[in-house]
Structure formats: structure tokens, C-alpha cells
């Protein structure tokens, strides 16, 4: 079992460009986040969803869009990215609204 | 801004040595959680205690929390160097996006051999 499962890993752009950044997880868990990790800044919530078909904002949402189109899948998108979304990004699931997060490895994203 | 702040933000012991940190949040919660972070890596879930419990042990891990404070500390006893890593809390509220996870700004922990 995988568990989360984070793509890329790596990936820089020149500002203004777009991507997506896709956590999968096999865990069959109801909950997903996606968080933004900077130096001394700790976890910041970006967006989360409760299930498929939802999503909400979280602490940091603008700059950013997702989907949850299928349980298993979580998106997060740049639509035009800036410098200021350098940052390694976290996805993480859990099962009900309450209990552990599962996380996953992390994607480091550099934006020129 | 976060809902939690972690004090102290780093901490240097000698292996063998207690380590404490300690959590300030804002908002009333269903139950804390510690997490662990290595170098690089994601987060690994080591604790969770809920609002009506006032300490909880794990192996050589002890969290306290007092919600009239709202405040929560986690204690590492007799360290070893693997423990060296950042540790965060983490907190839900009870209301207004109760599904929320927000974390804290976290402890960086160094361990000395």
C-alpha cells in the first residue's frame, strides 16, 4: 500500500505558467488537505475536501484551485503561478472528521 | 494566521535529557494531535488527545492539555538522537469547519549525541 501518493516531487516554473499537483491515496479515507509548507511558517491550509464532489477554502486558498472529481484523487492547481507560491506543498487524508492525518511526501515547487 | 504557536521554536538537548515543547492555540477544539516531521520529509502522526482529557501517554511520550488555558505540552523523555526532528500540533475546531486541520509554526528538536 501506498498510502499518499504526491506527483511531482519536483517541478519549477517561470512565473505566470500553470500545473497541477495530484495526490492519490489508496486508503479509501473520506477527508483530503492540501497544505503549503515555508521556513518558520509551519503547515498552512490551503483547501481540503470531506468527499468526492466537495471541496472548501482553507487558511490560504487564493492562487490555488482544486477538484475532487474521484475519492481517490485530490488536485491542486496553479492557474498562473508567482514567485510567492514557491513552497513545498502537502497533501494529507484521514478517515471522519476527527482522528490522524496521513500525509504524504511532499512537492517541492519553485516558481522563477 | 495559525491557530497554534509552538514554544520554544528550537531546542538543543544532550541525548538522554527530557525535551519540552509546549502549544498555544485560539480557538475551542474537539482534540490535539502531535505530528513529527524529519528533515524533508511529511508529517507522522504521533499523539492525538481530546478536549475532555487532560494527559495522555505514549510509550515515552506524555501530552497534557488544559483547555481553560488552551494550551498543550509534549514531553520526550530520556531523548535519543533519532528523536532529533520538527514537531508541530495540530488542532480542529469545534465549530465553523470542524473538518479543519490547522497546524502550528512548530519545534525544531535537536537531539545531541
Known amino acids: 500500500n501506498a498510502g499518499v501518493t504526491q506527483t511531482p516531487k519536483f517541478r519549477v516554473l517561470k512565473t505566470g505558467q500553470s500545473m497541477t499537483l495530484l495526490c492519490a491515496q489508496d486508503m479509501n479515507h473520506e477527508y483530503m488537505y492540501w497544505y503549503r509548507q515555508d521556513p518558520g511558517m509551519g503547515l498552512r491550509l490551503i483547501h481540503y475536501s470531506v468527499g468526492e464532489g466537495t471541496t472548501a477554502k482553507g487558511e490560504v486558498p487564493d492562487g490555488y484551485n482544486v477538484s475532487r472529481l474521484k475519492k481517490q484523487n485530490f488536485l491542486l492547481g496553479l492557474e498562473s503561478a508567482a514567485p510567492s507560491q514557491t513552497s513545498v506543498y502537502f497533501c494529507?487524508?484521514?478517515?471522519?472528521?476527527?482522528?490522524?492525518?496521513?500525509f504524504g511526501e511532499g512537492s517541492r515547487l519553485t516558481v522563477l | 494566521s495559525q491557530q497554534g504557536e509552538e514554544d520554544p521554536q528550537a531546542l538543543s538537548i544532550q541525548e538522554g535529557e527530557n525535551a519540552t515543547m509546549n502549544c498555544s492555540y485560539k480557538?475551542?477544539?474537539?482534540?490535539l494531535q502531535w505530528y513529527r516531521q524529519n528533515s524533508g520529509r511529511g508529517l507522522v502522526h504521533l499523539i492525538l488527545?481530546?478536549?475532555?482529557?487532560r494527559e495522555k501517554h505514549s510509550g515515552r511520550l506524555r501530552v497534557t492539555l488544559d483547555t481553560s488555558k488552551k494550551s498543550s505540552s509534549l514531553l520526550i523523555t530520556a531523548s535519543r538522537a533519532a528523536d532529533t526532528a520538527s514537531y508541530f500540533c495540530?488542532?480542529?475546531?469545534?465549530?465553523?469547519?470542524?473538518?479543519?486541520?490547522?497546524f502550528g509554526t512548530g519545534t525544531k528538536l535537536q537531539v545531541i549525541p
Open positions: 495540530a488542532t480542529g475546531p469545534t465549530s465553523g469547519g470542524y473538518q479543519k486541520v490547522t
Open positions: 488527545i481530546r478536549s475532555n482529557e
Open positions: 494529507a487524508n484521514r478517515q471522519g472528521a476527527s482522528g490522524e492525518l496521513f
Open positions: 480557538t475551542s477544539i474537539n482534540n
